[in-house]
């Protein structure tokens, strides 16, 4: 267990360049089950979820190597199809193995996923759209879910909700179904066009990826040696982005793609941050620290503003002259950090999904718990723009989106240092 200890007030300057994202990698993972031959990804991050999708693979049978931010996945011969437990409840995107598991080995067995504790995240969409595609569930009850199917048959599927994780799924299964599936209202995310793109280079046929509407012809052999890049990470380019911002700093972000963090640029410059984008992929950004509120952000699916971005905007805009109110459409439960925020003397209130957020002249240091992700990374915002030295636990939740954080941080003049306890 380690805590990350901060002395706040350290403008943050300097060059950063963003890796590769941790919601592209791990559906492309679960891609590379599909593959009869050897998958090799660039770009993957160093991260503790990577690290547990590789054990599950590992432990399906796959063969991997593992160097730096290069992985080479060899699925030619799968030797199960059960997820173990314990890596299952690790990480809620273990679910994500189910479409492409079922459609190679025709049955899987996995217990109910784990995750951050961020809302009820069910998977009913899930597991409707695998029926629909000829699947036979059961054993939900006892924590098990198990799955089989003789055969996958494309079909028409039209999302309740477009979801990211269901939308995957069925890109998964329908890669080895037989005959065409259409996904309608599917989700738009940039990490589904990575998928389109990853799954083209198996062979698949495959179109529509942020569209709203995918189809995928179905093959029953995959047998590639595709060489694939993974995107780079939004959230991560977007967090950075917002610590810079609350201190004053005036930060470069390279191997970013611009037009999938605009809502998040949008909202930075009517705060008053002033942004350039050079070429694409580098974007600069300049802070006076006297920044303003906003009067209305709403998260939503993209290309709206990320729920994933959600702690840390009002992290930010706790310090942000005036009142922001800022709405959660996206999971019901995400406002639980605010709590340790006002632990720094942020002034919030939540009523259901709406947080008002009164901006203060000044946060000051305290202790901190992290119990979910993003809602960590606003807490170091936050902490970063206090005065004196605050010090959050919960550090592996951190952890499991955002690579050696510290040493980021410390590179562009945090005052930051991971503490053993
Ligand atoms: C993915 C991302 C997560 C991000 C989210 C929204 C990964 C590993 N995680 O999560 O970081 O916050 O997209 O951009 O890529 N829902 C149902 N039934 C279902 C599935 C979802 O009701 O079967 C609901 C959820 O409770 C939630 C909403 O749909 O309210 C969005 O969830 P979804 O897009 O599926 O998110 P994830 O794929 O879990």
């Known amino acids: 267990m380690s805590?990350?200890?901060?002395t706040g007030g350290s403008r943050l300057c300097g060059i950063i360049e963003v890796p590769g994202a941790k919601n592209a990698v791990l559906p492309v993972l679960a891609a590379t089950l599909l593959n009869k031959g050897t998958s090799i990804l660039e770009n993957c991050p160093e991260l503790d979820d990577v690290t547990t999708m590789l054990e599950i693979l590992g432990a399906l049978g796959c063969g991997i190597r593992r160097e730096g931010s290069r992985i080479?996945?060899?699925?030619?011969?799968?030797?199960?199809s059960s997820i173990p437990e314990a890596l299952a409840r690790k990480m809620r995107s273990s679910i994500i193995i189910l479409g492409a598991l079922l459609a190679r080995c025709g049955e899987v067995h996995v217990s109910y996923p784990g995750g951050c504790e961020i809302g009820l995240r069910p998977i009913d969409m899930h597991l409707k759209a695998l029926s629909q595609m000829g699947a036979q569930i059961d054993g939900i009850n006892d924590g098990i879910l198990r799955c089989r199917a003789e055969k996958l048959t494309g079909c028409e599927i039209?999302?309740?909700?477009?979801?990211?994780?269901?939308?995957e799924n069925i890109m998964l299964a329908a890669s080895m179904a037989e005959g065409e599936t259409i996904i309608r209202n599917a989700a738009k995310e940039p990490e589904i066009d990575d998928l389109q793109a990853f799954l083209r280079k198996l062979g698949v046929q495959v179109s529509g990826a942020g569209t709203g509407v995918i189809r995928i012809?179905?093959?029953r052999e995959?047998?590639?040696?595709?060489?694939?890049?993974?995107?780079?990470?939004?959230?991560?380019?977007?967090?950075?982005?917002?610590?810079?911002?609350?201190t004053g700093g005036s930060l470069v972000v390279t191997g970013v793609i611009y037009d999938h963090i605009g809502s998040v640029l949008y909202c930075l410059k009517r705060c008053g941050c002033?942004?350039?984008?050079?070429?694409?992929?580098?974007?600069?950004?300049e802070s006076n620290g006297n920044l303003t509120a906003l009067d209305l952000v709403r998260t939503s699916p993209y290309p709206g503003f990320p729920t994933d971005m959600q702690p840390q905007m009002v992290a930010l805009l706790s310090k942000c002259r005036g009142t922001s109110v800022v709405v959660e459409t996206v999971f019901e439960n995400r406002f639980r950090y605010t709590e340790q925020l006002m632990k720094l003397g942020a002034d919030i209130s939540v009523q259901g999904r709406t947080a008002i957020i009164r901006?203060?002249?000044?946060?000051?240091?305290?202790q901190l718990e992290a119990r979910d992700l993003r809602g960590g990374a606003a807490l170091v915002i936050g902490a970063l723009a206090a005065e004196g030295t605050s010090s959050i636990s919960g550090v592996n939740y951190i952890d499991r989106g955002y690579e050696r954080m510290e040493k980021v941080l410390s590179s562009i003049g945090a005052d930051i240092k991971r503490v053993e306890t």
Do not use: C, F
């Not at 039209?158 to 939308?167: I, N």
């Not at 590639?224 to 610590?243: C, F, K, Q, S, W």
């Not at 901006?359 to 305290?366: E, H, Q, S, T």
């Open 274 to 285: 002033r942004i350039k984008n050079y070429s694409g992929n580098v974007i600069a950004l």
């Open 222 to 246: 995959i047998k590639a040696e595709p060489v694939h890049r993974i995107i780079p990470d939004r959230i991560v380019a977007g967090t950075y982005l917002a610590a810079a911002a609350a």
């Open 72 to 80: 080479e996945v060899d699925a030619s011969r799968l030797t199960a």
């Open 217 to 219: 012809q179905g093959t």
């Open 3 to 6: 805590n990350l200890v901060i």
């Open 158 to 167: 039209l999302l309740d909700y477009p979801s990211v994780g269901a939308t």
């Open 359 to 366: 901006g203060v002249d000044k946060l000051k240091a305290a």
